[in-house]
């Protein structure tokens, strides 16, 4: 138990549908991320939240849409996906320092929502 | 670009000691990370480095060096628990506020009885 939450586990889905993972962090971090993992491929970052905040966005199609409402709370709007989208979503969170230094900015992970696209 | 090179698998036997290494070429560089993950679960966090040199955590050490763009990790005593795959990731933004995580394939790790 990391103390990130992810609910759901699993999901199948069809390309019409719209669904929404949430990711919920325990640890009064104020960064969350959002990753996918696919098979055979590095973890690749999807989306960065400092202080609420999003400061990345690497590139990911407006099929996924994310939303942070408040540092403890992260979600991930889904829709008309493709099957290629099919992967792991991992969710993480760490504590960024806010004055100078470096910060080492641990991350911590979620479990991951296992997501089919039929 | 963006790059990270790890060794797709390793095998090691119980007891020995294993070395996985990690080369990046990335646009900055504020830090790599090393995490663990077991078979569908989480990734978890062993190790950082930000500085040139060997950082010591029990069983596992993590070196750096900066100037050739290489780490590895070293794992001790070998357990059939550290079967897992092994992830290195670079944090390529020199300011707090930028966190873009490159992370490389991974290494299987096998530890064979």
Request: charged share 20%; net charge neutral; hydrophobic share 30%.
């Amino acid at each position: 138990e990391t103390g990130v939450t992810q609910t759901p586990r699993h999901l199948v889905m069809g390309m019409t549908n719209k669904k929404s993972l949430k990711c919920e962090q325990h640890l009064g971090h104020n960064a969350m991320y959002w990753y996918k993992q696919s098979a055979k491929k590095p973890l690749e970052l999807m989306f960065v939240y400092n202080f609420k905040e999003q400061t990345e966005n690497n590139s990911v199609p407006s099929r996924f849409s994310p939303e942070c409402p408040n540092s403890s709370h992260l979600f991930l709007h889904l829709h008309t996906l493709q099957p290629e989208d099919s992967a792991l979503y991992l969710c993480a969170s760490s504590q960024v320092r806010t004055s100078g230094g470096v910060s080492t900015d641990t991350q911590y992970f979620g479990p991951g929502t296992r997501l089919t696209v039929l | 670009g963006q790059n990270i090179d790890q060794p797709t698998e390793m095998t090691a036997t119980e007891g020995a000691i294993v070395q996985i290494n990690c080369t990046y070429q990335t646009s900055g560089f504020n830090g790599l990370f090393w995490y663990q993950q077991h078979a569908g679960e989480a990734p978890t966090f062993l190790s950082y480095n930000v500085l040139d040199g060997l950082e010591e955590k029990g069983r596992f050490s993590s070196f750096l060096s900066r100037s050739k763009g290489y780490s590895y990790l070293l794992l001790k005593e070998l357990q059939m628990k550290d079967s897992a795959s092994y992830l290195c990731a670079v944090r390529d933004r020199r300011d707090n506020y930028g966190q873009n995580f490159v992370f490389g394939p991974g290494t299987r790790l096998s530890v064979l009885p």
